[in-house]
């Protein structure tokens, strides 16, 4: 039976090795970050200031965290009446039908379209689109970037939420129909209660996604390095900001994309984490 | 209670507007991704012929001096194409392996804490962002093992990305074959490890290549990461401890110089063709194997 013991000894310490794998990741981070903390202290996460000028270097993170969170936030705004209209398209409406099917894949299909490949569409298109109607001069900014992020995330807000809807039972669907219900009324009455904590982590699923998607965002968000003042003026993100200023970096600098980093990572993993518990707790 | 929340008309257009509202979001969510692919279609096939495969990129000065002529611009990107199949062919290698042994441990310890510890930091290692693990490659491979931006960091990058969905895709697969196959190979005094080559994997081949292929796509066209690790290089490079091109990154340079501008479209055509094939692919093996 020794043979035995060693496959399941192999299977067990592969499992470590994630553990540790994740665990190192973890610290690499944090090991990198070290420098910037001990330069600025929490300076780091509550100032707005970036200058990579060398003399009067000074980093501070905060004007990309917050447009992190606005861009994304921005993303799920514009993407929630749509994920909700498609799934309640494919998981009630036209459930199971060549319809149905149709938009399905479509819906799918963006989630294959490779994060670069929307930049460019959104360059070339959506950018010209919002200048022409006069929302912001180039075209650039947290607008543009939102509206990217948000046709980005819907098939991973709709999947779920499709799922959950489809699944609510037919009995209940029923007993509201005998009682004279309208379908509008079974919909807001018996499946968004019954599914909403499905359809909210999607939703929370979602938001997670937009937070860490970096090229898109960087080729359409104008990367100033500034709290933005408003919806249509230029900001930067995280994530686009450690693929844009990672080239030349080094020493301090280096130090402050690393720190970045390891902020997305725990914001990604907590938005995860919460997804994760409410769709376990529903389940 | 229904009956209480107006008269029988308002209620009926209410239903029927609901109805058309949800039709015409759910037109409007689906109308971007057309949008999308006739765009890169009608921009992009122009410049696709074989020099388009057999060729490198331009250096800016060929491609000013084409455009400037009135020309295609010469070059194609076979320096991204071998890179992309280099990085995730390794990275494949790294993640697929690790991933089935550890979605084997998982299906044979379902309910036990580590197990549920293991699937919890996987979940999270599925949402850490791609420009992260590129920061991660960096670090490990970069600074501590190539010396300098390298085709292997790339590929590390890739394939701590692959990773959790290997895990998932074999966790679940595993569910789905009958205990009963798994308990006739043990009765008859088979070894465990010829129960998870010979009987195992073969019965859930199908699904282990879906989520291998549906992994590969997703890490495919990731760019971020390798603008970290790979960084690109103009010419054809096998060596794993070199600079390396790859097709994602060849559209970014050509992104960032005016005079590429035809080749952006027919390399981003082809990406996503790429991409979505094997999408296809793997979405065909899972449709023809479900019972």
Known sequence: MTGNKITRILLGSSSILVLLLTAGMVYSLINGAIPVFNEYGLKFITSAEWNPTEG???????????????????????????????????????????????????????????????????FYVLRPLVVDLGLSSQGFGIFTAGLILAIMIIPYATSISTEVISM??????????????????????????????????????????????????????????????????????????????????????????????LILFFITALINAIGKIIIKSFS | MYLKTGNIKWRMTRDKLFLGLVIIMSIIAIIPVILIITKLISKGIRQINLDFFIRVAPDTFEAMTAVSNGEIIPGGILNGITGTLLMTLIAALIAIPLGILVGLYLYENPSQRFAGLVRDVSDILQGVPSIVLGLIAYLWIVKQVT????????????????????????????????????????????????????????????????????????????????????LGSPAVNFIIDRPTSAVPLLIWEFYNDPNMIDLIWSSALFLLGFVLTLNLISKRIARNTTP
């Open chain 1, 56 to 122: 009067s270097e000074y980093y501070g993170a905060l004007s990309f965290i917050i447009g992190t969170l606005i861009t994304s936030g921005l993303a799920l705004v514009i993407c929630l009446p749509l994920a909700f209209s498609a799934s309640l398209f494919i998981g009630e409406y036209f459930r199971r039908s060549g319809i149905s099917h149709v938009v399905g894949t479509l819906i799918n299909l963006l989630a294959g379209v490779p994060s670069i490949v929307y930049g460019l569409w959104g």
């Open chain 1, 168 to 261: 609510v039972p037919n009995e209940l669907k029923e007993a509201a129909y005998s009682l004279g219900a309208t379908r509008f009324e079974v919909i807001a009455n018996v499946i968004v209660p019954n599914a909403r904590s499905g359809i909210f982590a999607s939703y929370i699923l979602a938001f997670g996604r937009a937070l860490g998607e970096t090229m898109a965002v960087t080729m359409l968000v104008g990367n100033s390095n500034a709290i933005p003042g408003g919806l249509f003026d230029t900001g930067n993100t995280m994530a686009s900001v450690i693929a844009n200023q990672f080239g030349e970096a080094e020493g301090l600098k280096l130090s402050a994309l690393i720190g970045i980093g």
């Open chain 2, 147 to 230: 010396n300098g931006f390298s085709a292997l960091a790339g590929s590390v990058s890739l394939s701590i990305m692959m990773l959790p969905l290997v895990i998932r895709t074999t966790e679940e697969t595993m569910k789905m074959i009958p205990i009963s196959i798994k308990e006739a190979g043990l009765a008859l005094g088979v070894p465990y490890h010829k129960v998870i080559l010979r009987v195992l994997i073969p019965t859930g081949m199908s699904g282990l290549v879906t989520g291998i292929l549906m992994a590969i796509s997703r890490v495919i066209g990731e760019t971020a990461p390798l603008m970290l690790t790979a």
